[in-house]
């Protein structure tokens, strides 16, 4: 059964690796290793259990017969509800964070990114644009910072061959934004609430490297837009019928919404409890600032009920999904002994982490970003040395697979959601992007390697 288990998880990889070319998605493979992979599990219980947990269950047994039923309640009240909790709170703190962008959006608080880009000149809109997605996505789940600028770019640019390159720029600042913050992307979440990382030590070592995967690219890009740009500056969106808020009362809201997120990290230290009900509780207070700037447009029943778009509304679903599956099937792998087996593997005959990163960060690129990041994170619990709390596995593992996955179009969902907003095609992604963001990831890592053997100097 392990075997079974095992070979589900390898379809799961190829299939969400082709999954650009069979059109099956990326969400409905990770959900049914995730339903179906628990399925197998139980049905054959008492081995995994007898295998994995003989202490616990014999002690939950006590003086009771052991029994078919009595296994399976086991492993719903010991083992599987804690995979459960895991990933409810990364889904809990995504449905937070998409909600405050919601809110947000709706009140035309992003409407001062427009203003800001406001010219024809390549040089200042690439950049305005894309330190608008470093920042907000340092804060915001990467997919909804990355779809909400693509639907602003696609506004602004007339020409497609601009928006390829600048939808490119777009997607690996959102890539590099939110991978040097504990709240900025899944990943850097599940290190933090399993205590693998410390949010101010993962943010000190992981900006320089993320700014210079950044930056380096994007000059590159740069070099390959025409000075004067094809663009189309229509008036701002009438929001008559959802919002009358005044531009001050836009920037309370704005400062509320992302200024609550960015006090998360000290939430979650002052009171221990997981940080998706301190994203919970700045939502809650937002809505509440909402209501009351607002509250006249309520109370006459005209406010606008669905201002914010379709695709982000769809995407960010997809988005939900995906991580609720590839975490519940990385638990049923877990729970098998087998990702022990790999690690003892690895440290017998690798024993390297930037080995170990390097090549994570190629498979990020084929297979998906967070789907290897969190394989490597099911590796290893947090012990000593490169895997105790703020080791070097942690950050290696978290900047390769997000940089990696922009190697390829297709290794993230943003880049995907970049592929089906522009008809981005594989072939052009590789010969105008790819060596660009190779580039920066090799200089970033360069980077993070010194950090790292410097202070263990």
Same mark, same amino acid.
């Given at each position: 059964?392990?075997?079974?288990?095992?070979?589900?998880?390898?379809?799961?990889?190829?299939?969400?690796?082709?999954?650009?070319?069979?059109?099956?998605?990326?969400?409905?493979?990770?959900?049914?290793?995730?339903?179906?992979?628990?399925?197998?599990?139980?049905?054959?219980?008492?081995?995994?259990?007898?295998?994995?947990?003989?202490?616990?269950?014999?002690?939950?047994?006590?003086?009771?017969?052991?029994?078919?039923?009595?296994?399976?309640?086991?492993?719903?009240?010991?083992?599987?509800?804690?995979?459960?909790?895991?990933?409810?709170?990364?889904?809990?703190?995504?449905?937070?964070?998409?909600?405050?962008?919601?809110?947000?959006?709706?009140?035309?608080?992003?409407?001062?990114?427009?203003?800001?880009?406001?010219?024809?000149?390549?040089?200042?809109?690439?950049?305005?644009?894309?330190?608008?997605?470093?920042?907000?996505?340092?804060?915001?789940?990467?997919?909804?910072?990355?779809?909400?600028?693509?639907?602003?770019?696609?506004?602004?640019?007339?020409?497609?061959?601009?928006?390829?390159?600048?939808?490119?720029?777009?997607?690996?600042?959102?890539?590099?934004?939110?991978?040097?913050?504990?709240?900025?992307?899944?990943?850097?979440?599940?290190?933090?609430?399993?205590?693998?990382?410390? &949010?101010?030590?993962?943010?000190?070592?992981?900006?320089?490297?993320?700014?210079?995967?950044?930056?380096?690219?994007?000059?590159?890009?740069?070099?390959?837009?025409?000075?004067?740009?094809?663009?189309?500056?229509?008036?701002?969106?009438?929001?008559?019928?959802?919002?009358?808020?005044?531009?001050?009362?836009?920037?309370?809201?704005?400062?509320?919404?992302?200024?609550?997120?960015?006090?998360?990290?000290?939430?979650?230290?002052?009171?221990?409890?997981?940080?998706?009900?301190? &994203?919970?509780?700045?939502?809650?207070?937002?809505?509440?600032?909402?209501?009351?700037?607002?509250?006249?447009?309520?109370?006459?029943?005209?406010?606008?009920?669905?201002?914010?778009?379709?695709?982000?509304?769809?995407?960010?679903?997809?988005?939900?999904?995906?991580?609720?599956?590839?975490?519940?099937?990385?638990?049923?792998?877990?729970?098998?002994?087998?990702?022990?087996?790999?690690?003892?593997?690895?440290?017998?005959?690798?024993?390297?982490?930037?080995?170990?990163?390097?090549?994570?960060?190629?498979?990020?690129?084929?297979?998906?970003?967070?789907?290897?990041?969190?394989?490597?994170?099911?590796?290893?619990?947090?012990?000593?040395?490169?895997?105790?709390?703020?080791? &070097?596995?942690?950050?290696?593992?978290?900047?390769?697979?997000?940089?990696?996955?922009?190697?390829?179009?297709?290794?993230?969902?943003?880049?995907?959601?970049?592929?089906?907003?522009?008809?981005?095609?594989?072939?052009?992604?590789?010969?105008?992007?790819?060596?660009?963001?190779?580039?920066?990831?090799?200089?970033?890592?360069?980077?993070?390697?010194?950090?790292?053997?410097?202070?263990?100097?």
């Amino acid at each position: 059964m392990t075997a079974i288990i095992v070979t589900m998880l390898i379809l799961s990889y190829l299939l969400i690796a082709t999954g650009h070319l069979t059109g099956v998605n990326k969400a409905a493979i990770a959900m049914f290793l995730g339903t179906i992979g628990w399925v197998v599990y139980i049905c054959w219980g008492q081995d995994f259990v007898m295998a994995q947990h003989p202490a616990e269950y014999l002690e939950w047994l006590g003086a009771k017969a052991s029994d078919s039923d009595g296994v399976k309640l086991f492993i719903y009240d010991n083992v599987f509800l804690k995979y459960v909790g895991e990933a409810a709170a990364i889904v809990m703190f995504l449905l937070a964070t998409m909600s405050i962008v919601e809110l947000l959006n709706n009140n035309g608080c992003f409407d001062f990114i427009t203003e800001w880009i406001r010219t024809r000149n390549s040089k200042r809109l690439l950049w305005t644009i894309t330190l608008a997605t470093f920042v907000l996505s340092a804060n915001l789940d990467n997919l909804t910072t990355t779809t909400m600028m693509l639907v602003i770019m696609h506004r602004i640019l007339q020409n497609s061959r601009q928006r390829m390159y600048v939808g490119s720029a777009i997607v690996l600042a959102a890539t590099c934004g939110g991978l040097f913050t504990v709240i900025g992307d899944p990943v850097g979440l599940i290190l933090w609430g399993e205590g693998a990382v410390t &949010a101010s030590h993962f943010s000190a070592y992981l900006a320089t490297p993320a700014l210079l995967a950044w930056i380096v690219p994007t000059i590159l890009i740069n070099r390959e837009l025409p000075d004067r740009l094809d663009t189309a500056w229509s008036p701002s969106p009438y929001r008559g019928d959802d919002t009358r808020l005044n531009r001050w009362q836009r920037v309370v809201m704005l400062i509320v919404g992302i200024g609550g997120l960015w006090f998360i990290p000290t939430f979650h230290n002052i009171t221990k409890l997981a940080p998706f009900l301190g &994203a919970l509780c700045v939502l809650s207070v937002l809505w509440v600032v909402n209501e009351a700037f607002n509250r006249k447009l309520i109370n006459s029943g005209q406010m606008s009920q669905m201002r914010i778009p379709m695709s982000l509304q769809y995407g960010a679903l997809q988005q939900v999904l995906f991580v609720t599956g590839i975490m519940l099937g990385m638990g049923v792998v877990t729970e098998t002994g087998v990702w022990s087996d790999v690690a003892e593997w690895i440290d017998t005959y690798i024993h390297d982490v930037w080995l170990l990163g390097i090549v994570s960060g190629l498979l990020s690129s084929v297979v998906d970003t967070f789907t290897i990041a969190i394989s490597n994170i099911s590796l290893y619990t947090v012990g000593v040395g490169d895997v105790a709390t703020n080791g &070097a596995y942690w950050k290696v593992i978290a900047f390769t697979t997000a940089v990696g996955g922009c190697l390829l179009s297709f290794g993230s969902v943003s880049g995907l959601a970049l592929m089906r907003a522009e008809h981005v095609s594989l072939g052009w992604y590789i010969k105008h992007i790819t060596p660009k963001v190779l580039l920066g990831w090799i200089l970033g890592s360069l980077i993070l390697w010194l950090e790292i053997n410097l202070v263990n100097y």
